[in-house]
């Protein structure tokens, strides 16, 4: 077997043989360092799973929310923050390297904090609790949900200045040749464009952002994770809840994983890469090979 074969297809095996053995000899050293049997209830898994309670699926909607909004947010103020990186004005350059400078270069749990407890402990600012269609959003599912949203357009901002910068100069031009202001070649011609190549990273970026929201619970916000971490902590049954959670965080990832599929495959169409990139089987357990022998990788902006 030659060196690219084993390249190929050794390190994906080696992983899924070996993460179960490994899990099972950690689950035993516990058991054996104890002196105690394994205690696992496979019902407590199940059940959060199959029939899941109120408080669960209430966490598993706030996850959804947050996830959409605090990315909307952030596309839109990464649009802004790249425009702005290149625009000719030095202020607006300076504005947005120092917002990008700033989200990017510290994490993203200290922003939390500081931009929720910190500015009202200093009386800055207070976030107010306020109804949305008919539904409460306290003040630690919106203030998190604009943290999240103000920390992704920072790695928006470079996505799309990559993607505006992938388009031939020339259409800018071409453009201009045809009466089009700056805002009407960006709205008309270089963004619907650049979209195709933003996509992929976007993609990624969504799919970070659903296991991102796990962060809230530093607000006390019962998202997904919190919501699975209070129950394990009443019952002491966090092997099973725990476990349950990976499984939904795994179903929406999934999930999101076919839909931006589809959606790749449909801005590729017209181009002479039609698959639309990568297979959700390739996002999962890595990147497969062309016939050439390159690697196709998936941007993303973390």
């Not at 790249?82 to 390297?97: D, E, H, T, W």
């Not at 996509?199 to 296991?211: I, Q, R, S, T, V």
Request: hydrophobic residues 50%; proline residues 4%; charged residues 15%.
């Amino acid at each position: 077997m030659t060196l690219s074969v084993l390249r190929r297809y050794g390190t994906r095996r080696a992983v899924l043989a070996g993460f179960l053995p490994l899990l099972v000899l950690a689950v035993a050293g516990c058991s054996s360092s104890r002196g105690a049997s394994v205690s696992i209830d496979p019902n407590i898994f199940l059940n959060a799973i199959i029939h899941p309670d109120g408080p669960i699926i209430n966490g598993l909607y706030l996850t959804i929310f947050v996830s959409i909004i605090a990315q909307l947010i952030g596309v839109t103020l990464g649009i802004f923050a790249a425009l702005g990186k290149m625009a000719k004005f030095p202020l607006f350059r300076i504005i947005a390297n120092l917002y990008i400078w700033f989200f990017r270069g510290t994490p993203l749990l200290v922003q939390l904090a500081f931009l929720f407890y910190g500015i009202q402990s200093a009386h800055l600012l207070a976030w107010p609790t306020i109804e949305l269609f008919g539904f409460t959003v306290t003040q630690e599912v919106l203030a998190g949900t604009i943290i999240l949203g103000v920390n992704e357009g920072a790695y928006m901002a470079e996505i799309v200045r990559a993607g505006i910068l992938s388009i031939d100069p020339g259409q800018n031009e071409a453009a201009k040749s045809l009466g089009m202001n700056y805002a009407q070649t960006m709205r008309r011609i270089v963004l619907p464009q650049a979209a195709r190549v933003i996509m992929p990273p976007l993609g990624n970026e969504f799919n970070n952002m659903l296991k991102n929201t796990s962060l809230l619970m530093v607000l006390g916000t019962y998202e997904l994770y919190n919501t699975f971490a209070s129950k394990a902590g009443l019952a002491y049954q966090w092997f099973e809840f725990m476990g349950a959670c990976c499984v939904w965080y795994l179903i929406l990832t999934t999930i999101w994983g076919f839909a931006q599929a589809w959606i790749e495959r449909r801005f590729s169409k017209g181009t002479t890469s039609s698959s639309g990139g990568p297979s959700w089987r390739d996002r999962i357990f890595g990147g497969r090979r062309s016939d050439a022998g390159e690697e196709i990788a998936v941007l993303g902006g973390h």
